[in-house]
């Protein structure tokens, strides 16, 4: 099935323009433009070293670039920290998900954003346990997450089950974009498949999806439009239903 395509004259959402990022001598993104539109799944490929999480870390205020402008609804907006993108509605996975393995799937889902205990316990803390899980056991059953009781931690999962955790934590929080790194490394197929699922829904729900992964035929299923980045430059960005397997792999590597 052929995602459908957005209006070309739909505005983006998030944009950035004129992004440079360097570590040391190595030129990790070099007059970067990338921009997702209100409903649209944008695919970002390329090789081991291309920019991606770089790129991921600008959008999602980890890292400051050394050039250029975020936009963010067309406003010119500057991320000091993580915090603020959030804040902004900006959800992200990162490549490695930061999901706590000690703590349960509810308490991961509510991590940085734990709710209190009513009155007097919870000015000492003390945490509502109970309406954690049982939020988020809804909250993941809302953007379609199958997983195992909310009350059970999460070094007792399966690595897809942790996942689907961390997924499901970003998609149910997120307000406006959400920013998967690489979210169906180590998938089995089915579950891989529900992932995919997931960001269909989250394009239905009107959420701006920045989707990164190595595995070309996920990125073909479920994307709108591509943006492909070479040595840190923007190799191509047309609609997913111009490329072929073939003709992204060759833009990816750069090879005829
Ligand atoms: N913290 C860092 N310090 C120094 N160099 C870095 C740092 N992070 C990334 N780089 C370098 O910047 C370039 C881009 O890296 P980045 O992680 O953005 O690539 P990527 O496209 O996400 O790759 P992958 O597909 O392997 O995840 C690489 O040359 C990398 O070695
Ligand atoms: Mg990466």
Redesign the pocket.
């Known amino acids: 099935m052929n995602p459908e395509e957005v209006p070309k004259d739909r505005r983006p959402l998030y944009a950035v323009e004129s992004i440079s990022k360097r570590y040391g001598n190595v030129v990790a993104l070099e007059n970067v433009n990338f921009s997702v539109a209100a409903g649209e799944v944008v695919g970002l490929v390329g090789d081991n070293g291309a920019g ?2 770089t790129l ?1 870390s600008i959008l999602s205020g980890v890292n400051v670039p050394d050039s250029g402008h975020i936009f963010l609804d067309g406003e010119e907006r500057h991320w000091s920290s993580p915090h603020d993108a959030l804040e902004a509605g900006i959800e992200t996975l990162y ?1 490695d998900s930061g999901i706590a393995p000690d703590l349960t799937v509810a308490a991961n889902v509510f991590l940085g954003r734990e709710i209190l205990k009513k009155g007097f316990l919870g000015l000492f803390g003390f945490l509502a346990n109970r309406e954690m899980q049982e939020r988020a056991r809804k909250e993941l059953e809302r953007v379609g997450i199958a997983t195992p009781a909310a009350s059970r931690p999460v070094s007792k999962l399966s690595g897809g089950q942790r996942q689907a955790v961390a997924i499901g934590r970003a998609v149910a929080w997120a307000k406006k974009v959400i920013i998967l ?2 979210p169906t490394n180590h998938l089995g197929a089915r579950q891989a498949a529900e992932v995919l699922d997931v960001i269909r829904q989250a394009r239905e729900r009107g959420l701006a999806v920045v989707f ?1 992964s190595h595995t070309l035929p996920h990125v073909l299923n479920v994307a709108n439009r591509i943006v492909v980045l070479r040595l840190g430059e923007v190799a191509a960005d047309q609609p997913a239903s111009t490329f072929t397997r073939e003709s992204l792999l060759r833009a990816i590597t750069g090879l005829k």
């Open positions: 991606k999480s991921v490549q790194d690489e990164i």
